[in-house]
């Protein structure tokens, strides 16, 4: 089954408009690896911005705030911890501070970048993983459990662990027969999918150690795939036919015997890389090598899978990063934004659905997943599920303060384990706290200085929330109205 593109058909994300941003606010002189492994080589969040660099001996990855624009120093600190080239780095999706990294040197370690960013050479992690005998060129945290990190390796074996102690927690060593090209967890983390070389798609179980799933020879060709959890179980995985094409399809785990559709797209050797917005049910393809980014939407209609457009450029990206909704400019109808990689270049693409209203737009802001694990690292051991937990972009969004802050170097103290009714806070918290109510206190005996400009803040504050609360409304009130029309045909007898 192909896609259609001739057919003309209802979506609000038909006309996503793609700009690079101008010149002066790309980030310039990055010296990216040349190492030979298809990651994307760059991973942002809405704080920082990392790359995979060239390290004369050992291997290093760039970290700069999200914010940085212009050339990069050739004495800018790096990450520098590993004694072998960085394969794969992967932000933690409940710390913008944490970051994983992969290496040829067997390990995975973790880091935690302060908030302003590298002060100095980066060489100390909060913990090294040591589980691979071979390079480890795979990493994806757990997208609802505390702490929890899965990694492969080129030694065929997949491991999870946690973080917060170190432990190796399940070891999967014969599920895969050939090396693993890409693993992903499914909404909840209850299950993970696979493609590996010897071309088959499996669903795995990792806390039971059992294949669930297998496809035999998802894409004919020999070159790596990729395959993506989307957000109501079914999987997408690109990949290549045997006459080198390169194919995009969808799969529906109940039932692997054929895809929902599939597509070939044009011949070409770099590997697609598929990035999957949950929330708008977008997926866009980076190819490596290419000069677009092609994006679709997948949809319970057939044929499943809608091309929308795609963005061209004159320069190929060698890998590409893909920030979180909580990092986007929701005052621009800003979907997506990338950060595309040129061989010594970072520059930001923006996806954007153009309104000529200026309030928030709740049809293409669903609430998102945030900071907030929804459960810790020993209740997903022990068996638990949960989806994410949801926060609203309207507004802009604000980082909470979190009951599971700086708990990295530990395992998190179970709320239940508090003899109080709320959750249990941290020293860190309690510290915060204190020194918050020593701040309050001083300025009351220091005098009103600084009064006008709390009184304006408080008043932003209102307005900002009046601004929300108007922005739903109206979104109801245009809901009642089309339910009003649809009774009034039922009535009539038109329907």
């Known amino acids: ?39 994307q080589l760059c991973v942002v969040n809405p704080k920082f911005i990392a790359v995979i660099v060239e390290s004369g001996g050992g291997g290093a990855f760039l970290v700069v705030p999200i914010t940085k624009s212009g050339r990069i120093d050739q004495t800018c600190s790096t990450v520098c911890g590993h004694l072998a080239p960085v394969l794969d780095i992967q932000w933690c999706p409940h710390d913008d501070n944490i970051i994983a990294s992969a290496s040829e040197d067997n390990t995975v370690k973790v880091w935690q970048i302060p908030d302003g960013g590298l002060v100095g050479p980066m ?26 990190l899965l990694s492969a390796g080129c030694d065929n074996v997949m491991c999870v662990w946690d973080v917060g102690t170190g432990e190796l927690v399940y070891q999967l060593s014969d599920a895969h027969p050939d090396l693993i090209y890409s693993a992903c967890w499914n909404r909840d983390g209850s299950a993970v999918c696979t493609v590996s070389k010897d071309k088959a798609l499996r669903v795995i179980d990792p806390r039971r150690g059992t294949v ?125 934004r990338f950060y595309k990689v040129h061989e010594r270049k970072i520059e930001p693409i923006s996806m954007t659905v153009p309104r ?21 690292a020993e209740e997903w051991i022990a068996g638990q599920d949960a989806p994410p937990l949801l926060v ?12 599971h802050r700086d708990t990295m170097r530990g395992r998190p103290k179970l709320a239940s384990q508090d003899s109080g009714a709320g959750a249990a806070a941290t020293p860190t918290a309690v510290a915060v706290a204190r020194e918050t109510e020593g701040e309050t206190r001083g300025n009351a005996a220091d005098g009103t200085a600084d009064r006008p400009k709390k009184e304006d803040d408080v008043l932003n504050e209102i307005l900002a929330e009046m601004k929300a609360l108007r922005t739903v409304v109206l979104a109801q009130s245009q809901r009642i109205e089309i339910l009003e029309r649809q009774l009034a045909r039922i009535e009539d007898g038109d329907v």
């Open 1 to 39: 089954m192909s896609f259609r593109r001739g057919v003309v058909r209802q979506s609000k994300f038909r006309h996503v408009f793609a700009q690079a941003w101008k010149a002066e606010h790309c980030i310039d002189d990055v010296r990216v690896s040349r190492v030979t492994w298809d990651s």
């Open 123 to 148: 060489t100390e992690p909060l913990v090294t993983l040591e589980g691979h005998s071979k390079r480890v060129g795979i990493l994806a945290w757990h997208p609802t459990a505390f702490n929890i």
């Open 212 to 336: 669930l799933k297998v496809r035999e020879k998802v894409h004919d060709g020999t070159r790596p795939m990729r395959a993506v959890f989307l957000s109501d179980g079914k999987i997408l995985t690109t990949g290549f036919s045997r006459m080198s094409e390169r194919q995009m399809a969808l799969w529906d785990p109940k039932d692997l015997t054929e895809p929902m559709a599939m597509q070939e797209m044009d011949t070409s050797n770099g590997v697609l890389l598929p990035f999957y917005d949950p929330d708008t049910n977008m997926v866009y393809l980076c190819g490596k090598g290419d000069c677009t980014i092609r994006y679709f939407e997948v949809t319970d209609e057939s044929p499943y899978v809608h091309f929308l457009n795609l963005y061209s450029s004159k320069e190929p990206q060698r890998g590409a990063g893909y920030v979180s909704k909580r990092g986007l400019d929701v005052n621009k109808c800003e979907i997506a």
């Open 356 to 376: 000529k209203s200026d309030l928030f737009q709740g049809d293409l802001y669903p609430d998102t997943a945030g900071l907030e694990p929804s459960l810790l």
């Open 392 to 403: 609203s972009l309207s507004g802009g969004y604000a980082v909470p303060p979190s009951k």
